[in-house]
């Protein structure tokens, strides 16, 4: 077991931006040797449909501390929604949960901001998703952006499922409750932003027992590198910031998060 590190429980390495020209970046296999070289200790890919979820296991199969999950976002629903198709892709998804390296559902759950995806089949989806988790045991991954109070009805539906709260954007005691459930919340660079007061108290009252860390990359990279592609490599600014709002040290907190993300992903090497 790596006894030192940051681990980046959410992380999108297959996006085509990491690809591209324009990113800023080192290509992609460049950037995960380094980093995985450097402080990083475990990256979890996260799938949003079919065809990303696929591509997230193919890059766990390659590096021995990437993990992936796999699942429907909501902003990718097919539309119109058929039960049929539904069904079928679900039993898809289900068929991935039996990689070595698969560890999770997700990401799933509700998105109240961009109106693509009608929200009646964002939840038909968050529902069937829910149930893939229940009969599997395994943990899920769930996005939630202003969608706080469907999220928390849904998941009080399935008391058997547990699993993370990703970038999370609710109220210190939306947090409580959840971490009462026995949820973890997840803490993205929006941590280091200026205007980030409803995230810092949450931080502040979520135990580090129940805190991960996560860049969402290429997305929400942590001041003062707004504007960049994000990565793991900027995951210490993440840290810093919750070790100077729960008054711990820097190693405190990559210690504890490591080992949370450990557990909730059931790592055991
Ligand atoms: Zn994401």
Redesign the pocket.
């Known amino acids: 077991m790596t006894e030192t590190g940051i681990f980046d429980t959410?992380?999108?390495y297959h996006d085509r931006r990491f690809s591209s020209e324009e990113s800023g970046v080192p290509a992609v296999d460049e950037l995960l040797s380094s980093l995985f070289a450097d402080n990083i200790c475990g990256i979890t890919g996260?799938g949003?449909d079919v065809e990303t979820s696929l591509e997230a296991i193919a890059l766990a199969e390659r590096y021995p501390h990437m993990y992936a999950a796999v699942g429907m976002?909501p902003g990718s629903c097919p539309i119109p929604f058929d039960a049929g198709k539904t069904q079928e892709l679900i039993a898809e998804f289900g068929r991935m949960l039996s990689h070595p390296k698969v560890v999770a559902i997700g990401?799933i759950g509700l998105d109240f901001h961009y109106d693509d995806v009608p929200r009646d089949i964002q939840q038909l989806w968050f529902d069937r998703q829910m149930q893939l988790a229940g009969e599997t045991g395994m943990p899920v991954?769930i996005?939630d952006r202003e969608a706080h109070g469907a999220v928390m009805d849904t998941l009080c539906r399935y008391p058997g499922v547990k699993g993370i709260l990703?970038?999370f954007s609710g109220s210190a005691e939306m947090a409580e409750q959840l971490v009462k459930m026995g949820w973890y919340i997840s803490v993205s660079g929006v941590v280091t932003f200026k205007n980030a007061r409803r995230l810092l108290e949450a931080v502040e009252r979520v135990p580090l027992d129940f805190l991960l860390v996560?860049t969402?990359c290429p997305?929400l990279t942590p001041h003062p590198h707004r504007g960049k592609t994000n990565h793991s490599g900027y995951l210490p600014y993440t840290v810093s910031r919750i070790a100077e709002i729960k008054g711990v040290s820097y190693e405190e907190v990559c210690r504890a998060t490591r080992e949370n993300a450990r557990r909730v992903f059931r790592i055991m090497e």
Request: overall charge negative; hydrophobic content about 20%.
């Open positions: 959410h992380a999108h996260i949003t976002y990401e991954v996005h990703h970038s996560e969402d997305y």
